[in-house]
């Protein structure tokens, strides 16, 4: 039997303009070429994740500064990219100065029209959808840009159904002209193209792994069990495969000792110097680790994942939750559910 292939990779384009400056520009760069990687490495679970390929493209191939300084380097130019295109984005750009003359872009803007005739997905964060309203993409749409710029937009624009009291406006054929708010949005609009050609499970991983989303309560709510500790303790690793399967037993700790065969204090000593943890914390890791993913992907009731992941007391749950987390269930909820993109037909 021939072995799976993985699936073709997101085709991403980044299109950098003398105006772009380089922070969301680079942080789109990163965080997709995170995608179907980096949980694997922390976590050590395998992915079968579509990866995403990401390259920046300009007028030409040559590196030149940025209007804050540092250097954008292109992958290619315009002319070099073409063939089938999933994404293209616009990220923000100076425009300090004023619009100027729109007619500036033309090259780039006949460049994306092409790629969004071809049906690819296009999209641009903060004042980079003037770009988009210049090549006539968001006449009669719906659309966002900076709140500093609506003035502008409106007065250069105002075929555009403009609404820049919202950080993200899905819009056009398809829904696949994305317009994204203030240059922070870039996160926004990052997730929500993750969990639209990825998967949504995909989408919060890389929310957590970026820690992306409210950060008032600080890092725990992002945080996870993580890549098991290596060690060659074989009663040790048998324990830990059969609680990854057995979590919602009754006294797991007393049934991982029975299993392992070996006296319970002997068991408590190997378990900790092999994995760092005691096996009853060891247990509620796994547990809440299972309680965030159904928080994350389903519907049910915080009650009911309690029971599910082993609890028969749910406010005990509830205490353990936010001890562990920082949040309550229905705040991990709903801070993860939007991390995820979850309304990806819709704008907010």
Known sequence: MNAPTDPAPVEVLLLALPETTPTALHA?????????????????????VRRMRVRIVARDAAPFASPVGPVISPDLALASATGPV???????????????DPSRWRPEADWVQEHFAGGATVGSVCTGSLLLAAAGLLDGCE?????????????????????????????????????????????????????????????????RLFVMGDRSRG???????????????????????WIALNYT?????????AHSGLAERTFKRRFRAATGYAPVDYVQAVRIEEA??????????????AFDVGYDDPSFFLRLFCRKTGVTPATY????????????????
Do not use: N
């Open 333 to 348: 909820r709903r801070q993860f559910t939007r991390a995820a993109g979850a309304r990806t037909s819709s704008s907010w």
């Open 86 to 100: 999933d994404v293209v984005l616009v990220t923000d750009l100076d425009l300090s100065g004023g619009l100027g």
């Open 249 to 257: 037993v009754k006294s797991p700790v007393s049934a991982m000792v």
């Open 219 to 241: 890092q725990l709510p992002f945080s996870l069990l993580g890549r098991p500790r290596p060690h060659t303790d074989a009663v040790v690793a048998a324990a830990q495969e």
């Open 143 to 207: 659309a966002t840009t900076h709140w500093a710029a609506a003035d502008m937009m409106r007065a250069a624009f105002p075929a555009v159904r403009l609404h820049p009291d919202r950080m993200l406006c899905a819009s056009g054929p398809g829904q696949r002209l994305v317009t994204s708010g203030g240059p922070g949005s870039w996160e926004d609009l990052a997730l929500h193209l993750i969990a639209r050609f990825c998967e949504t499970e995909e989408a919060v991983r890389i929310a």
């Open 292 to 305: 965030k993913h159904l928080l994350e992907t389903t519907d049910t009731a915080s009650d009911a994942i």
């Open 28 to 48: 789109f760069l990163e965080v997709f070429s995170a995608v179907g990687v980096a949980w694997a490495q922390l976590t050590g679970q395998p992915s079968r």
